[in-house]
């Protein structure tokens, strides 16, 4: 799937996402989009892991819950708010 962007400069570009689905442990699905680059890095991750990537995913939500500790400079803070931003729209959509 291609998804439209907007460079700062106002100039359009296009990124290439991909899907992985996740089965919930309560019998639901969850559809993840994320970069060819991302995809790969879990997809490597989980079998260096000997687990499914959808065992993978389930298991980096679970310590969602539990607090996490980030140390930053005023420099990442930016990243840091986009990234949040993104998270939350992906979050609101389902």
């Known amino acids: ?20 689905q996740v089965r919930l442990s309560d019998g639901g699905r969850l559809n993840l989009r994320v970069s060819p680059e991302e995809k790969e890095m879990s997809r ?4 260096t ?6 065992a993978l995913v389930r298991r980096s939500l679970e310590k969602v819950d539990k607090p996490i500790t980030v140390n930053l400079d005023k420099s990442d803070l930016r990243d ?5 931003r993104r998270i939350d729209s992906t979050v609101r959509t389902f």
Not at 44 to 47: G, V, W
Not at 80 to 84: D, F, G, K, M, N
């Open 1 to 20: 799937m291609l998804i439209q962007n907007n460079k700062t400069k106002g100039e359009n570009f296009i990124k290439r996402t991909e899907s992985i």
């Open 44 to 47: 490597h991750k989980a079998d």
């Open 49 to 54: 892991e000997n687990m499914t990537m959808s």
């Open 80 to 84: 840091l708010v986009i990234q949040a």
